[in-house]
């Protein structure tokens, strides 16, 4: 559980800096290709933003699923 707890935590800190502390601006470009994947590279601030918003919620909604039943945990970290 501990795991799960921390690896939320990393994730979210992630997702915060590139919505909010200026993470889109850093990563625009080819270096969103190791951030988020091959298919944002040419991705503007605005849609890496939209991204990590909608993955965060999906992470989230994984995350407290994962809290309350033990198979998600280890369906979707390992």
Same mark, same amino acid.
């Given at each position: 559980?501990? *795991?799960? #707890? &921390?690896?939320? &935590? $990393?994730?979210?800190?992630?997702?915060?800096?590139?919505?909010?502390?200026?993470? @889109?601006?850093? *990563?625009?470009?080819?270096?969103?290709?190791? &951030?988020?994947?091959? /298919? @944002?590279?040419?991705? !503007?601030?605005?849609?890496?933003?939209?991204? @990590?918003?909608?993955?965060? #919620? *999906? =992470?989230? =909604?994984? +995350?407290?699923?994962?809290? +309350? !039943?033990?198979? $998600?945990?280890?369906?979707?970290? /390992?």
């Amino acid at each position: 559980m501990m *795991i799960w #707890i &921390i690896f939320y &935590i $990393f994730v979210s800190l992630v997702h915060k800096w590139i919505i909010s502390w200026g993470g @889109a601006q850093i *990563i625009q470009g080819w270096k969103s290709f190791f &951030i988020l994947g091959w /298919f @944002a590279w040419d991705w !503007n601030v605005e849609q890496i933003r939209f991204y @990590a918003l909608l993955s965060w #919620i *999906i =992470v989230t =909604v994984i +995350f407290v699923l994962g809290c +309350f !039943n033990p198979q $998600f945990r280890h369906e979707y970290l /390992f």
